[in-house]
C-alpha cells in the first residue's frame, strides 16, 4: 500500500501558493480521500490504506487546515487497517515502464477508473441526506461548516445535501442520483471548483436541466479557506430565507495591537542578514530567500529577502538573476535543512555553468520552522539513532566550490568580513554562518541597557527588529524574560550602553 498526505493550506495560512492537491489526483489518475474531520479522517486513513492495496496504485489523503488543527476525541477500540508486506514481487509488465508497458497500464488505470468510481457511490462517507428541489454539495470541512448552518435552521426545511469524500474518482452514481431529484446545486467546497465541476460535466453528459452554482459563477469565493459566516450567507441566500437576527451588539472591545511575524530573540538568522546586509552597504545587490524561519528576513527593519517561492528556489532563482544582471552581485540565503533536501543539485548547477552566486547557508542545527526534525546534519535520524553528520563544507568542496568559509553570525565583524570576501570571490562562494537556534540551546548571560549610557538613538531598534528591544522613556530597555544574550545589540550600541549581565532590575 502507498499513501501520500497532502495537506493544502487554504488561505493560505502557512504557505507560498494555493494549490488543490485534488487536481493532482485527477491528473495521476489515482484515488483522492478528502475528510471533513478529524473522527472521519481516523477511520478514512484507514479506507484509504485497504484500496490502495487491494488495487496496487497509490493513494491520496487530503486534510485541510482546519482538519489538520483540530482535536477531537477518538474510539480506537474497533477493527484497524494492518498492513502485511509481502516483499518485492517481480512483475515487468507493472514495474518496468516500457512504451509498450505504459499504454497497457493506462488502459488498466482507466478500467479501474470506473470501477473506483462506482464502488465509491456506495463509500459510507459519500452520502445524500435530505429532500428538496434545491441541493447543496459539499467536501471536506465545508461540509461541517455546512451541516452547523443547516442544522440552525427551522425544521422542516427543503432541502437535499450531497457530501462527497472522494472527489477523484468522482461517485457518478451517487451524483445522478443527487441531481435527478434537484433543479439547482449550491457547490461548497476548498480550494478550486472539483466537485462543482463534476457535477456540471454529469448535467452534460446527461442532459440534466440542473443550475450548478458555485466558484464557477461567482457564487462563491474562488480563493481563500472557508468559514462558518461565508457559508451561512451563501445557504440562507440560496435557500432564500432570512437570515437569523443576532442578539443586541455588545461594545466593541479594544483592538489589540498589531503583531507581525517576526525572527525570536536571538535568532542567529538576525545576525546573518545584517551582516550580509552591512557588508553589502552601497553595493548594488539582490537577496534571495527561500523557505524556513528566515523567511521572516523580508520583514522591516532587515528589509533581506527580495524573492521567495519554494525549498532551493533561492539558488536557482539567484542564478537566473544573474544572468540578467551580471554587474549586481547575487545572494541565495538557504537553510541547513533545505540546502540537503533541495540545495545541493542547483548549487552544482551553479557550479558547472559558472554561474557566479554567493551562496550563505543558514546553519542552525535543526528544522525549525516545521517542528525541529532532524536533519543529515544534526546527527540523529528521524528515530533517535545517532549517525555521523554529512559535513555542509565537505560536500560544498566536492561539488566544487571553491570558496568555503564558516563563521558565527554572532561575531558580526568577522562574519561582515567573510561576506565581503566571498562578494570579491569569482565564481561560486559559499559563506556557513553557523550558530544554534534558540529551541536547542540554552541562553546566554542576558543584557540590559546602561540607561546612563543611552542616549535614545534607538539604532538597536531600527537596525535589528529584535523583539526583546523596546522604547521607554527616551530609553533603549530590553525585556529580560525575551532577552537571549546573542549579544548583537550590543554590538550595533554605537556608545555601549547595552552590556552584559543578569537582568535589569
Known amino acids: 500500500s502507498d499513501l501520500v498526505v497532502v495537506a493544502d493550506d487554504p488561505g493560505p495560512i502557512s504557505s507560498q501558493t494555493e494549490q488543490d492537491t485534488r487536481h493532482f489526483g485527477e491528473y495521476a489518475k489515482i484515488p483522492v480521500f478528502d475528510p471533513s474531520s478529524p473522527e472521519e479522517a481516523y477511520e478514512m486513513i484507514q479506507d ?18 482546519r482538519i489538520c488543527h483540530a482535536c477531537a476525541d ?18 515487468s509488465g507493472k514495474w518496468v515502464i516500457f512504451p509498450r508497458t505504459a ?33 447543496i454539495a459539499a467536501g471536506g470541512v465545508s461540509y461541517q461548516y455546512a451541516q452547523e448552518v443547516l442544522s440552525s435552521l427551522p425544521a422542516g426545511t427543503p432541502y437535499s445535501l450531497l457530501k462527497i469524500a472522494t472527489p477523484t474518482p468522482f461517485p457518478e452514481k451517487l451524483g445522478l442520483e443527487f441531481l435527478n431529484g434537484v433543479t439547482d446545486v449550491l457547490c461548497l467546497e476548498e480550494l478550486d ?39 451561512a450567507q451563501s445557504i440562507y441566500r440560496f435557500l432564500q430565507i432570512s437570515q437569523p437576527e443576532t442578539s443586541a451588539p455588545r461594545e466593541a472591545p479594544p483592538s489589540l495591537p498589531i503583531r507581525p511575524p517576526v525572527l525570536c530573540a536571538g535568532c542567529p538568522h538576525r545576525a546573518s542578514f545584517y551582516a550580509v546586509k552591512q557588508a553589502m552597504k552601497g553595493k548594488k545587490a ?167 549610557k543611552c542616549t535614545g538613538c534607538k539604532r538597536c531598534i531600527k537596525e535589528l527588529g529584535c523583539p526583546a528591544i523596546s522604547y521607554s522613556g527616551h530609553k533603549a ?15 550595533v550600541c554605537p556608545f555601549g550602553a547595552i552590556e552584559g549581565g543578569s537582568c535589569n532590575e
Open 48 to 65: 484509504a490504506f485497504s484500496w490502495s492495496e487491494r488495487f496496487h496504485r497509490p493513494v491520496i489523503f487530503r486534510p485541510t487546515t
Open 193 to 231: 471548483p472539483v466537485i462543482e465541476t463534476n457535477l456540471l460535466l454529469l448535467c452534460g453528459k446527461h442532459h440534466l436541466p440542473v443550475n450548478i452554482h458555485g466558484k464557477l459563477d461567482g457564487t462563491a469565493s474562488k480563493a481563500g479557506e472557508s468559514s462558518v459566516e461565508a457559508i
Open 74 to 91: 477518538i474510539d480506537t477500540s474497533g477493527q484497524r487497517y494492518q498492513n502485511r508486506p509481502e516483499g518485492f514481487v517481480k512483475d
Open 103 to 135: 499504454y497497457l497500464n493506462h488502459l488498466k488505470l482507466e478500467e479501474q477508473k470506473e470501477t473506483l468510481s462506482e464502488e465509491f457511490s456506495s463509500y459510507r462517507f459519500n452520502t445524500i441526506t435530505g429532500k428538496g428541489r434545491l441541493g
Open 477 to 491: 530597555v530590553i525585556e529580560p524574560s525575551m532577552c537571549y544574550g546573542c549579544t548583537i545589540c550590543a554590538q
Open 286 to 452: 539582490v537577496f534571495s530567500g527561500d523557505i524556513g524561519c528566515y523567511t521572516l528576513g523580508n520583514a522591516q527593519p532587515l528589509d533581506m529577502v527580495d524573492t521567495c517561492l519554494c525549498m532551493g528556489a533561492d539558488v536557482t532563482v539567484a542564478q537566473g538573476l544573474h544572468r540578467m544582471e551580471p554587474d549586481a552581485i547575487n545572494f541565495s540565503f538557504i537553510g541547513d535543512s533545505t540546502f540537503f533536501h533541495t540545495g545541493i543539485p542547483g548549487v552544482i548547477n551553479a557550479v558547472y555553468n559558472q554561474t557566479e552566486i554567493k551562496l550563505m547557508v543558514l546553519d542552525n542545527s535543526t528544522t525549525a520552522m516545521t517542528g525541529s526534525q532532524p536533519h543529515p546534519g544534526t546527527g540523529q535520524t528521524m528515530m533517535g539513532e545517532i549517525s555521523e553528520k554529512v559535513s555542509i563544507e565537505a560536500v560544498l568542496k566536492a561539488i566544487g566550490v571553491q570558496f568555503v568559509e564558516t563563521c558565527s553570525p554572532f561575531d558580526l565583524a568577522k562574519a561582515q568580513e567573510a561576506v565581503k570576501r566571498a562578494a570579491e570571490h569569482k565564481g561560486v562562494a559559499a559563506v556557513i554562518f553557523r550558530a544554534p537556534c534558540i529551541t536547542v540551546s540554552k541562553p546566554l548571560p542576558l543584557l540590559t541597557v546602561n540607561s546612563h
